[in-house]
């Protein structure tokens, strides 16, 4: 007899399952289940692995199958909290402050996050609550909501669609928003066939031939000595780069300090027997502000060459320092110069902070590079995986679009 016919309410299991589009949880423990799968989904897919950021892309299911806005908003907090965790202690360590400091910017920086994705979650499940997750995406992509739009799950696309440029970023988009329909079990059998096979053909992005990216572990001295000592050891370095093969040598974020008319000399002068060409990172001041910059070294000459788009906010970027005449903070050029050119090569260079969000990569993408060149200072990232973040995301975003690859850091 069914329990129609018997005039009983049906189980509870049922009563949960039909007319929604989540799997069979009781309603009390609905939230906390979702909360902790967020928390697990954030840890495990921003681990600094590329091959485990597709977990990531369960998060849209875990919103769409919360039973409330605050659910959601629990959801999402637990997500991207988990994904940064390490952001309390690099912050401690940069500011060289208690924990506290470092807890407060986490939260902070959660807040814009979780507001975007509580405020566009519908109870109404379908093709408008998928409407909405990607309205929430692409907010999350883009500036101004996209400054701090780091953990974002289509960086997975060039896990799962390596080479596909664009096609596969489109793939990996339509997978998200599907995750957030009843349709989610096809979601889920697909981004598991597509993660295995990816697991087991691992696929590298080209090693250019002649570029040479080179790791120093000079912690938080890097550019902040100012003899010559220091500024000869690095160009000895890269001399030595240059017997070896190399004719393009990457130094990392911030490598060369304060950079002057002095420091252009002695920089020109130390290659000018050498074919040898250098980008290196450096700071540029003017009266109220600097640019965090890329310059281009090589015999007889020396310019900067790109001009940071997303400087850490915070730590770097302070757009109120600028309101209230303060000034002294590194200036944003947002979408200024996404492709430039290196020894006859369109490169994409993306520095530090630009490596976690999405839109700077996209916008040299869509303009046409041919190499993405990732340059990195992570002495405050100790004890950490923020670093490893990094160079995971900008592999995969490498793996995506077919191009080369070279990453500099310094820790």
Not at 237 to 266: D, Y
Request: aromatic content about 12%; overall charge positive; proline content about 7%.
């Amino acid at each position: 007899m069914t329990p129609a016919t018997s005039g009983r309410s049906p189980p509870p299991a049922f009563s949960v399952w039909r007319g929604r589009s989540s799997p069979s949880i009781p309603d009390r423990w609905r939230p906390a289940l979702l909360v902790t799968a967020a928390v697990a989904i954030g840890w495990v897919g921003w681990s600094g692995h590329a091959l485990t950021l597709p977990f990531a892309m369960l998060f849209p299911a875990l919103w769409a199958w919360a039973p409330n806005r605050v659910t959601a908003a629990a959801v999402s907090m637990a997500y991207f909290l988990a994904a940064s965790r390490g952001l309390p202690q690099g912050v401690a360590t940069f500011f060289a402050s208690d924990l506290w400091l470092g807890l407060g910017l986490w939260i902070c920086a959660s807040c814009l996050f979780v507001g975007v994705h509580a405020a566009l979650w519908v109870r109404q499940p379908g093709w408008t609550r998928a409407l909405r997750y990607l309205v929430a995406a692409f907010l999350m992509a883009f500036p101004p909501f996209g400054i701090i739009g780091w953990a974002h799950p289509v960086t997975a696309a060039g896990v799962l669609f390596p080479g596909w440029g664009w096609w596969g970023l489109t793939a990996a988009v339509v997978m998200l928003l599907v995750a957030t329909t009843r349709a989610w079990p096809v979601m889920m059998i697909v981004l598991a066939g597509l993660w295995l096979w990816s697991a087991t053909n691992p696929a590298k992005p080209p090693a250019p031939v002649g570029w040479r990216g080179v790791d120093l572990s000079l912690g938080q001295n890097l550019g902040r000595e100012h003899s010559l000592v220091y500024q000869d050891a690095l160009a000895t370095l890269v001399r030595e780069q240059a017997t070896s093969g190399a004719h393009v040598v990457i130094l990392p974020e911030s490598a060369l300090g304060f950079w002057t008319p002095t420091l252009e000399n002695l920089w020109i002068n130390a290659l000018r027997d050498s074919n040898v060409t250098l980008l290196a990172g450096a700071a540029v001041l003017d009266r109220h502000s600097y640019d965090n910059v890329m310059v281009e070294i090589s015999s007889g000459k020396a310019s900067v060459l790109y001009r940071e788009r997303m400087p850490v906010p915070v730590s770097m970027w302070q757009p109120w320092a600028t309101w209230t005449g303060a000034g002294g903070g590194a200036r944003a050029s947002f979408f200024a110069n996404p492709v430039v050119e290196l020894a006859g090569i369109r490169i994409a260079p993306v520095i530090c902070y630009e490596q976690l969000i999405v839109w700077p990569i996209l916008q040299s993408m869509w303009f046409g590079a041919e190499m993405i060149v990732a340059a990195g200072n992570g002495w405050w990232t100790q004890g950490s995986s923020i670093v490893e973040i990094q160079k995971a995301s900008v592999s995969a975003w490498a793996r995506l679009f077919a191009v080369p690859l070279v990453i500099s850091f310094n820790t």
